[in-house]
């Protein structure tokens, strides 16, 4: 069966990450969570001082971006990928609060973005991959043969953040999580460089209303359609 690119795009929460992850499980293909991307590079940035408050330090960031390799290697006790900052594992610390109020700032430099996507096109080079971000099917793999925009509305995708918080022990109120949600939606699609935009080839999945076997249904359908010889 021919191999494909699987663009899988949307807003923050709205259950992009585990529908991608779950498809490329079933079907054998490789995820690659490009959200996590960006949060390693915050992470790099907070550690090394970049951040002054919340300025960041430009210069500095430019003269690191090189040098800052972001791999995926399978966790065999998860059987998931975690995320791995020049050669450390930062799976958890990449998914804190303090991250997530970070990262939009940092998204949104052009010469991030131009590293990371650069980064990404190298991991879809021999196919049989299922990405998710803001500007897979737009920027990163404009050809990809099936394109999905994911969206839900604010306050489910807010609850659904609020609950993985909590299950790793983190404290945040409804509130917190829905202003931290609004704030970088506005930053992610307004920003000049990759902003968040459904490409014009993209099957819409407003997944507020189905069920994780609704959605998986529909996914299967999509990708036997384009696969089919
Ligand atoms: O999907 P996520 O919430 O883990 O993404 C973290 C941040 O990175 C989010 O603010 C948007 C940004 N991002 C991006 O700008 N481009 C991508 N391809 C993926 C994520």
Redesign the pocket.
């Known amino acids: 069966m021919k191999k494909i690119i699987i663009a899988i795009?949307g807003h923050?929460?709205c259950g992009?990450?585990t529908m991608a992850k779950d498809l490329a499980k079933t079907i054998g293909y490789t995820y690659v969570?490009?959200?996590?991307?960006?949060?390693a590079v915050t992470l790099h940035a907070i550690q090394k001082g970049i951040f002054k408050g919340d300025q960041l330090d430009l210069d500095k960031l430019k003269q690191d971006i090189r040098n800052i390799r972001i791999t995926f290697i399978k966790n065999p006790a998860t059987g998931r990928s975690d995320t791995y900052l020049n050669g450390q594992n930062v799976e958890h610390e990449i998914r804190s609060m303090e991250v997530?109020n970070k990262?939009?700032p940092?998204?949104?430099v052009g010469f991030v973005?131009e590293e990371?996507v650069k980064q990404?096109q190298a991991m879809g080079l021999s196919k049989g991959i299922v990405m998710?971000?803001?500007?897979?099917g737009t920027i990163?793999f404009p050809n990809a043969e099936l394109k999905i925009f994911v969206t839900a509305s604010p306050e489910i995708r807010a609850q659904r953040r609020l609950d993985e918080l909590i299950a790793k022990g983190e404290h945040a109120t409804f509130e917190e999580v829905l202003h931290n949600l609004a704030t970088?939606d506005r930053?992610?699609s307004t920003?000049k460089d990759?902003p968040?935009r459904q490409a014009e080839d993209a099957v819409v999945l407003d997944n507020s209303n189905l069920t994780i076997q609704e959605q998986n249904h529909r996914l299967m359908e999509l990708f036997g359609e384009r696969v089919k010889p």
Not at 33 to 39: E, V
Not at 132 to 136: A, E, L, V, Y
């Open positions: 795009d923050s929460s992009k990450s969570d490009s959200g996590a991307m960006y949060r997530a990262v939009s940092i998204a949104a973005r990371m990404q998710d971000g803001r500007d897979i990163v970088r930053i992610d920003r990759g968040l």
